[in-house]
């Protein structure tokens, strides 16, 4: 025995691709793929016929397509032409899209060309379709636009759209119902999306909270710490109660052993005796200058230190810092 489904067409943006089926009824008055298809290519005809056409189509070829591209988009474009030109291209950034033109491959415009000059019945690509009813300006585009003046015609309100009956051997039966009352389609349609997007956040934070507490269990009983504390690095426990999380770092032992904030003054030694730098210096958030004995990060402001210099020194440190080192060469 046959199996009964009863599917209500949620989304007018998605074409529905209906299996072959043994009868379908259809109202002529609905708008669908097929008849926005139809419209856009009668709209090229006819202004084809009048004259009334960009020139740079009016001789219908793959490379005039995509010289017509590159001139439109120079154009003041809706989001929604944009979004067009986008998703045909492939590409992600409107800023990139005329060198996507300038290097897509052209025999791929082609079937767009047979399409408008009626070689081939219908155009497989729903984006190539919206291409055509933006350089042509065909109104209402996009597809939606178009399809959703379906909801508007009251003489709908009754009908039963795309009633599909397969051969005796399928194991169902899908019939596509528009229901009478449009305000409770939209109602069980919006409350649908909004239970199901509902459903998505919760188990997503249910995972979050999943993964942060192992990763804080795992961290707390296997790492070892450090936070900075004055002038120096010390080993601490992990404790987000008694610590900022932004305070934790990672343990390093070369960071607790060497990395220390020092003061300076003209006896300081600030470079080693083959001549590498032995002190290097940052502001901290105050603006101030501070030394440490390492390379690494300021651990405050967490930007990288820089190495001394004889004019720093000099400059900040010891005025005469120049003069006494000449003095020694000497």
């Known amino acids: 025995m046959l199996r009964r489904e009863f599917v209500i067409k949620k989304n007018p943006n998605i074409p529905i691709n209906l299996m072959k089926s043994d009868k379908i009824h259809k109202n002529p008055n609905v708008k669908t793929v097929e008849t926005y298809s139809e419209a856009v290519r009668s709209k090229y005809l006819k202004d084809k016929e009048s004259r009334n056409i960009r020139g740079e189509i009016y001789k219908l070829t793959p490379a005039n397509i995509k010289k017509l591209c590159l001139n439109i988009i120079d154009t003041d474009l809706s989001a929604e032409d944009k979004l067009i030109l ?95 009352n449009k305000k409770l389609f939209a109602w069980v349609t919006s409350v649908s999306a909004f239970n199901k997007w509902k459903q998505i956040a919760i188990i997503g934070m249910s995972v979050l909270t999943v993964i942060v507490i192992t990763t804080i269990y795992i961290l707390n009983n296997k790492t070892r710490w450090m936070i900075w504390q004055n002038t120096e690095y010390v080993e601490v426990k992990f404790d987000t109660k008694k610590y900022h999380l932004n305070q934790l770092k990672l343990y390093k032992s070369e960071r607790i052993k060497y990395f220390k904030k020092i003061t300076v003054d003209c006896n300081s030694l600030f470079f080693n005796s083959d001549g590498t730098v032995k002190i290097w210096y940052g502001k901290n958030n105050k603006k101030e200058l501070e030394y440490f004995t390492a390379l690494g990060l300021h651990p405050e402001t967490g930007k990288t230190l820089k190495p001394i210099t004889k004019y720093m020194i000099n400059k900040y440190i010891c005025p005469d810092y120049l003069k006494t080192t000449l003095l020694k060469n000497k």
């Open 86 to 180: 986008k998703n045909f291209f492939g590409v992600n950034d409107f800023d990139f899209i005329k060198r996507k033109i300038q290097t897509f491959d052209t025999a791929k415009l082609k079937p767009i060309c047979r399409f408008l000059k009626q070689e081939i019945g219908s155009i497989a690509s729903h984006y190539a379709l919206e291409l055509i009813a933006l350089f042509i300006d065909y109104q209402p585009r996009p597809y939606k636009k178009y399809s959703a003046t379906n909801l508007k015609n009251e003489n709908l309100t009754s009908y039963k759209e795309d009633i599909v009956y397969k051969n005796e051997e399928e194991s169902r039966t899908t019939i596509i119902v528009k229901p009478k």
